[in-house]
């Protein structure tokens, strides 16, 4: 059974950083497409970041570009989201996301939610000025 765990969460002075972690289970497909998205209250859930298992290719969204980092341990298979310089509008809960068996990097590259099938249960990022 595919499992996803987000660990790292917590409450951050602005200008801080928090480094999320994504245990990853449960799966034996060679290329996959590991995402991190979030939710804040009232609006919509986006995808910040993913990566592209097969070659490394990391895509972001404008909103994190620069800030945020996504990678992953290839021995461990955890997948990380490393987040600097944060910001009061990056609170939001904190979501790492699959899509498993995928070969077109396309996917991965547009940062659309629809894309991953699989998420995690989230973990909570507060950004307090």
């Known amino acids: 059974q595919v499992r996803l765990a987000e660990f790292g969460g917590g409450s951050v002075q602005a200008g801080g950083s928090l480094r999320l972690s994504c245990e990853a289970s449960?799966?034996?497909?060679?290329?996959?497409?590991f995402a991190w998205g979030r939710q804040a209250p009232g609006k919509e859930r986006e995808v910040v970041a993913s990566i592209f298992e097969t070659d490394g290719s990391t895509y972001y969204a404008d909103s994190v570009k620069g800030r945020f980092s996504i990678s992953r341990d290839n021995a461990n298979g955890t997948v990380y989201l490393q987040m600097n310089s944060l910001k009061p509008e990056d609170t939001a809960v904190y979501y790492c996301?699959?899509?498993?068996?995928?070969?077109?990097?396309?996917?991965?590259?547009?940062?659309?939610?629809?894309?991953?099938?699989?998420w995690g249960q989230g973990t909570q990022v507060t950004v307090v000025s």
């Open positions: 449960g799966y034996s497909y060679p290329s996959n497409c």
């Open positions: 996301a699959a899509r498993l068996n995928s070969y077109n990097r396309y996917y991965c590259s547009g940062l659309l939610t629809d894309s991953f099938a699989r």
